[in-house]
């Protein structure tokens, strides 16, 4: 029989007053019989329900009590020592064993409770772990189809023209750009929970970095008839951080900015290094900005951000896939580049999205 199960389903309260009212009993029974040594093993039952399940602190007071109760029955009945002096070193004893008692049991709940602690955190990583598999998978099967789908097409159709073949070509180029974004942010969310994210903070020029990610997102932008501006005061603008994170930043960062804007509408990317009377705290001296025209977030969708799977009130308009993981992702790139993200919106006026970072 398992023991620690035994009153699982019981409340502590009950399982407290259960133990409180038999060492009630024992010690009324040692009182009235007198002869207290024939039941002092009946005092541990009792105790050893309030230690455990109380949290051992009540249970040391009571092993307290217990042993000045069994004093108070020596001083009635102590007639059974030749000599005064063994009462006293029989309270002691008994008070030793007590003590050593809930010591054991004390170490004893610390470790169930670490125990426990880890076992719950092993299953909710366990759970994030089976989330994202089902969300990647799903994620990675749209495109994948529309592949297959589209290549068919190329495949069968004798008469296409030229034009229609670009046009397959182009959304077969969508679809596997979708698929590789997807299997990056798995393959980034798996380095953040090993704790394993490689950081290669370096100096490197920032604006051609900005103009690539761009020129990757132009078919999305076009798609959407978005126009995509980006303006730096800056000729080159450097930053000490990792290219490879920080492309993926930016990379998030627009495509969200698209994927939640109407057709039609604008974005914008600002890059500036910051005048001295303007550097935020810990010297962040390198701004970027990523503004669009979209819907919006709420003060309430504000809190969940940059929270893992965190898919809000703004819905993709281009039927763009959404996993939820893309902030969560900018917000440990940025801060393991020792920057900062946040965001400025108000719900209906478009979304406004800043990294600062340093420039050494
Ligand atoms: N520029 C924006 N305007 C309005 N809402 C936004 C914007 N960027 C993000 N959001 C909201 O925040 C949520 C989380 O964004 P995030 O980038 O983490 O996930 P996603 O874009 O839905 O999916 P993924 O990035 O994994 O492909 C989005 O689902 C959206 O509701
Ligand atoms: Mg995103």
């Given amino acids: ?24 009993v024992v010690a009324v029974i040692n009182y009235v019989v007198g002869k207290e040594l024939n039941f002092r093993i009946l005092y541990l039952i009792p105790l050893s329900l309030i230690t455990w399940y109380a949290g051992v602190r009540p249970g040391l007071i009571l092993t307290l009590l217990c042993s000045i109760l069994e004093v108070i029955i020596k001083i009635k009945h102590g007639f059974e020592h030749t000599h005064f002096i063994f009462f006293y070193v ?4 008994t008070f030793g064993i007590f003590a050593a008692y809930v010591l054991i049991l004390w170490k004893l709940r610390a470790a169930l409770d670490e125990v426990q602690i880890s076992n719950e955190e092993l ?14 998978v799903h994620d990675l099967k749209n495109p994948l189809s529309n592949i297959i789908g589209l290549s068919g097409i190329i495949n069968e159709e004798e ?28 393959l980034m969310n798996r380095e953040i929970e090993l704790e394993k994210l490689r950081v290669n903070l370096e100096q490197f020029d920032l604006i051609p970095i900005i103009e690539d990610i ?44 698209l994927k939640f804007s109407p057709k039609g509408k604008n974005v914008w990317i600002r890059a500036k290094k910051l005048q001295p009377e303007e550097i935020l705290n810990g010297g962040l001296n390198v701004k970027i900005e990523i503004l669009d025209e979209g819907p919006g977030i709420s003060d309430e969708d504000k809190k969940k951000l940059f929270g893992r799977f965190a898919k809000l009130s703004a819905k993709p308009t281009g039927n763009e896939h959404s996993t939820g993981i893309g902030l969560f992702l900018v917000k440990k790139f940025v801060e393991a580049m020792n920057g900062k993200v946040w965001c400025e919106s108000e719900l209906n006026n478009g979304a406004k999205f800043i990294v600062a970072l340093t420039n050494r």
């Fill in 1 to 24: 029989m398992d023991i620690f199960n035994l009153f699982a389903n019981r409340s502590k309260y009950f399982i407290l007053f259960l133990g409180t009212f038999l060492l009630i």
């Fill in 90 to 93: 029989d309270g002691f004893v």
């Fill in 123 to 136: 299953k909710k990583s366990n759970e994030i772990k089976n989330e994202f598999i089902e969300l990647a």
């Fill in 159 to 186: 008469n296409l023209k030229k034009g229609e073949i670009k046009e397959l070509s182009r959304r077969i180029y969508s679809s596997s750009e979708r698929m590789i974004r997807v299997v990056n942010n798995l």
């Fill in 214 to 257: 761009i020129d990757q997102n132009k078919s999305a932008a076009a798609a959407k008839e978005i126009s995509v501006n980006f303006n730096s005061s800056d000729k080159s603008l450097f930053v000490y951080a990792d290219i490879n994170l920080m492309s993926q930043v930016v990379d998030n960062l627009l495509s969200n900015a």
